[in-house]
């Protein structure tokens, strides 16, 4: 009987499938294409599922699934079949939700997957041993552009929100209401351009959750303005690429440093490849972060013509170019995440805005 799942899950084991067809998986360039000078081959992919671990260790012309319960030979060719099945599905499907193609779940059922999405606290998706199947396991997460939403680098919720004092001129309270009430639920930027034009002041107040200003520390003691002044350009004047959005900030320079420390050290653009290295590695708003590596230790990439392109620490500064060319902020939903209206706490008024940071489609 089919069944359905998202493009994100069917991802997931497209990317796992192809590597284990493949028995090789090809390092990324920072401008997502593959590096045909680094190869790597694949001895081993070890996944989790509800019952427990499996092995698939990758032969000649089999994968032997080693598992508690099971030890058995599947040709590598019927991987390859199956994950382009997968792979049209996905490509050929408008909506979100994809019907699974004939054969497919069959041959989940004789390979023991019965969880599209892996089963780890550690927020792996799987672990790769390289050139030989007694290699240190290495964690991956898998990111797709093949279709669907990816999950975003930096979702924090309202844990990851910044605050901005309202000053310039005290409002009365009709004053405050009405601008709460103006725009629909998610236009902030009018909100904040109608605080402006009625002599408001929007000024960088601080973190608005103490771990996450915590863990922005970590990256630098001023990270937390950095990051607010990039998210306020980002709703007023539309740039979202993180690249881009750092050239705006080297040349606004809300922490007043030194020219030669922006220019020919490219300090803003080290501490934005510094945050994004720690979120890709597993950093989160609400969890203390002490720099201490997580089982994260890159991703498995899958482009839009559906080559798997792998980016580990081991080359970090290739896997930071990639982040800082390929991420984007985004703009999450103002109710859920609590952002985008003049709140006011002790006393003084504060607008807050979220941080939310993804992988650009293309």
């Not at 012309?61 to 058995?72: A, L, P, Q, S, T």
């Not at 009709?174 to 408001?200: F, Y």
């Not at 993180?242 to 606004?252: D, P």
């Not at 708003?285 to 994260?296: C, D, F, L, R």
Request: net charge negative.
């Amino acid at each position: 009987m089919a069944f359905e799942a998202t493009k994100r899950e069917w991802g997931e084991l497209y990317a796992f499938f192809r590597v284990l067809a493949d028995g090789k998986v090809s390092a990324g360039t920072p401008d997502v294409k593959p590096d045909e000078m680094n190869v790597i081959p694949v001895a081993m992919v070890q996944r989790e599922e509800h019952d427990g671990t499996r092995q698939y260790i990758i032969e000649k012309d089999y994968i032997r699934i080693k598992g508690e319960n099971i030890d058995k030979q599947i040709l590598r060719e019927d991987f390859e079949t199956v994950a382009e099945l997968i792979r049209e599905a996905i490509r050929n499907t408008s909506g979100n939700d994809v019907m699974s193609p004939d054969g497919v779940e069959e041959f989940l059922d004789e390979v023991a997957i019965f969880n599209l999405e892996a089963q780890t606290e550690d927020r792996t998706d799987f672990s790769v041993a390289f050139y030989d199947v007694n290699a240190p396991l290495v964690g991956f997460c898998v990111r797709s552009r093949l279709g669907g939403k990816m999950l975003p680098l930096l979702d924090g919720g309202r844990s990851a929100n910044f605050k901005f004092e309202q000053t310039g001129i005290k409002f009365a309270i009709p004053t405050i209401n009405k601008i709460n009430a103006e725009g629909d639920e998610d236009d902030v930027t009018t909100r904040m351009l109608m605080i402006e034009r009625l002599g408001g002041v929007l000024k960088y107040n601080d973190v608005a959750d103490k771990i996450f200003r915590s863990n922005l520390s970590m990256i630098d003691l001023h990270a937390g303005r950095m990051f607010a002044e990039m998210v306020r350009i980002m709703w007023l004047d539309g740039i979202t690429k993180v690249s881009e959005l750092t050239e705006e900030i080297k040349k606004l320079n809300p922490l007043k440093i030194k020219d030669e420390l922006i220019n020919k050290h490219c300090y803003y653009e080290y501490k934005v490849k510094e945050l994004l290295l720690a979120l890709a590695m597993g950093m989160r708003p609400a969890k203390m972060y002490n720099g201490t590596e997580s089982a994260i230790s890159g991703f498995m990439f899958v482009t839009s013509e559906g080559n798997v392109l792998c980016y580990q620490k081991a080359f970090r500064q290739v896997f930071a170019d990639f982040l800082y060319n390929n991420t984007r902020l985004e703009r999450g939903s103002t109710e859920k995440d609590k952002y985008g209206y003049l709140e006011r706490e002790n006393g003084v008024y504060y607008f807050k805005l979220n941080f939310k940071i993804g992988i650009t489609k293309r």
